[in-house]
């Protein structure tokens, strides 16, 4: 069974960093595609960046691109998720998910994944 269960959110101010964690478990982590979603108060849900099953490539959204950084720990099946110069507007509630099917990183920023963790929330405000 798959499980994903996310940490390291809380509450920053602007300008910093934070690294959230995906704990996978009942799956390998390389046999999937798997990523970062969030979803803000009042707004759909948004791909933030994954990492595809197949080379291992990694996606962005335009929108955190050279702030954020999605790695991947094999030995430990947990996800990273390096967030620098943090905006108010990166406030959420953060969604780790992993997905066995083989589509495009892009396809699954747009569309999302089968499997979903609980979320961790990151406030950034002064």
């Known amino acids: 069974q798959v499980q994903l269960v996310e940490s390291g959110g809380g509450l920053v101010q602007p300008g910093s960093s934070l690294r959230l964690s995906c704990a996978a478990s009942?799956?390998?982590?390389?046999?999937?595609?798997i990523g970062w979603f969030r979803q803000a108060p009042g707004k759909e849900r948004e791909g933030v960046s994954c990492?595809?099953?197949?080379?291992?490539?990694?996606y962005y959204a335009d929108s955190v691109k050279g702030r954020f950084t999605i790695s991947r720990d094999n030995a430990k099946n947990t996800l990273y998720l390096q967030m620098n110069s943090l905006k108010p507007e990166d406030t959420a509630v953060y969604y780790c998910?992993?997905?066995?099917?083989?589509?495009?990183?892009?396809?699954?920023?747009?569309?999302?994944?089968?499997?979903w963790g609980k979320g961790t929330l990151v406030t950034v405000s002064s």
């Open positions: 998910a992993a997905d066995s099917r083989l589509y495009s990183g892009t396809y699954y920023l747009k569309h999302g994944m089968r499997n």
């Open positions: 009942g799956f390998t982590l390389d046999d999937y595609a």
């Open positions: 990492i595809s099953n197949s080379a291992g490539s990694t």
